[in-house]
């Protein structure tokens, strides 16, 4: 298995090598430290009991995220797909893709997220749970948006349904922007500014510079 721009070795800030102990029905192997978004990530190359294998991050295998190759969810999910019937529905597959994008090394999404941390919350490897939280998207045509955090992982407190347009708001809103030697998200500094949602955005579309779609005050206190 190889990862792009991955240094293979011990890395320098790994605090306990983990090599040779057993997670679940992983044993870990060789590590391999990765060059995520912000920082170093350490991952396991691990061998699964089953005979298949897996690519952990150190974080995961500790806190017991991560327990297998990605069988046990597989075995897990088909169990409770012959109970709960939903095995072909489209929110079944909704759920399947979200996993496999932050679980699965060979899904074509993984390095937008599982390869940057991303993580899907123990809760949420089974299916009904998820599904009990969720429930189905209230209009056709939205889909999983993290929100308020769109870096953040799927769990039930940072994620919604949402159409298209928010979800394309959100990314917006979570832009970095870097002034006075400081970065925040667009709508962090909003927030910070007591600006109304999508201010800085409108102003930065407009041609303003950082300095001043941040530092000026509106002329009217809008709240449209
Ligand atoms: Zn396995």
């Not at 990862?3 to 997670?23: E, H, I, S």
């Not at 409770?80 to 079944?92: D, E, N, P, V, Y």
């Not at 909704?94 to 074509?108: A, G, I």
Request: aromatic share 10%.
């Amino acid at each position: 298995m190889s990862v792009k721009g991955a240094v293979t070795g011990r890395a320098a800030f790994n605090r306990k090598d983990l090599t040779g102990q057993r997670f679940g029905r992983l044993i870990a192997g060789e590590s391999v430290s990765v060059m995520g978004k912000t920082q170093q990530k350490l991952y396991y190359k691990c061998e699964c009991d089953c005979g298949g294998e897996a690519f952990a991050m150190a974080q995961s295998l500790r806190r017991g995220a991560t327990l297998s190759c990605g069988c046990l969810q597989r075995e897990r999910a088909s169990a409770a797909s012959k109970r709960h019937g939903m095995s072909h529905t489209s929110i079944h597959n909704t759920w399947m893709t979200m996993l496999q994008r932050c679980n699965d090394p060979k899904s074509d999404s993984f390095s937008r997220y599982g390869g940057r941390g991303i993580t899907v919350c123990e809760r949420w490897h089974t299916f009904e749970n998820f599904f009990e939280d969720m429930g189905l998207p209230p209009q056709k045509g939205m889909t999983l948006d993290r929100f308020p955090n769109n870096d953040g992982n799927y769990e039930p407190e940072n994620v919604r349904w949402a159409t298209a347009k928010e979800q394309a708001n959100n990314r917006r809103s979570s832009r970095l922007l870097e002034f006075n030697g400081e970065t925040l998200t667009v709508a962090e500094w909003e927030d910070r500014q007591g600006f109304r949602r999508g201010l800085i955005h409108t102003r930065l579309y407009m041609g303003w510079t950082p300095e001043r779609a941040i530092t000026q005050k509106p002329l009217f206190d809008q709240t449209d």
